[in-house]
């Protein structure tokens, strides 16, 4: 879903900062705030970045807000464009991560629920927005956990997306709610 998603009023190969509580961030969503400067340098490498575009991007770690802004005004200009195909690598390598993070908060969030569903039989779109939205930062994941586990269909995972306070209905949101159904 967010590899697709709807086109963002910044370029996201290049350096950016989404705003807000986001971190510096490069390719769709490669947020670099949480992350180890070890890690960062890690995946930059494995997705085909040069050496120095790692080092520099891996000194973004922690980064939030104004001082992700002012990083990425200083130093965007030295690490450029990423191509295409590094875009997609990054994407790649940090989807997995988080599919099998999500899947961590699925079980560790449904372990009381009577007889929830198994991570293997969940809806394949449910999953992937489940996993789309802690690849975007959901802070609310053990709610959505629960009513997944809870065999819960595409409409009421539609219902809950649209009156939770935390999802604001955005781009991004009106995307997963139509991917839904």
């Known amino acids: 879903v967010p590899f697709r998603a709807v086109p963002t ?3 996201s190969r290049v350096l950016h900062w989404p705003g807000g509580f986001s971190g510096v961030t490069l390719g769709r969503g490669f947020d670099m705030k949480l992350r180890s400067a070890g890690e960062i340098y890690s995946i930059l490498r494995q997705a085909g970045l040069e050496e120095h575009k790692a080092v520099i991007c891996s000194r973004a770690t922690g980064l939030s807000g104004r001082a992700a802004q002012q990083f990425v005004t ?3 200009p030295m690490v450029g464009e990423i191509t295409h195909r590094q ?3 990054l994407f790649e390598i940090a989807w997995h991560t988080k599919i099998n993070y999500a899947r961590g908060i ?3 969030h449904s372990a009381d629920i009577t007889q929830r569903l198994s991570w293997e039989l969940i809806d394949g779109k449910i999953k992937d927005i489940f996993v789309d939205t802690i690849y975007q930062g959901n802070k ?15 409409e009421k995972i539609i219902q809950h997306l649209k009156d939770n306070n935390y999802y604001q209905m955005d781009a991004r949101n009106r995307a997963r709610v139509e991917y839904l159904k």
């Open 106 to 108: 699925y079980l560790r």
């Open 140 to 154: 609310n994941a053990g709610a959505m956990a629960k009513l997944i586990a809870q065999g819960s269909n595409r």
């Open 87 to 89: 875009q997609i690598q």
């Open 74 to 76: 200083v130093f965007g």
């Open 9 to 11: 009023p910044w370029f």
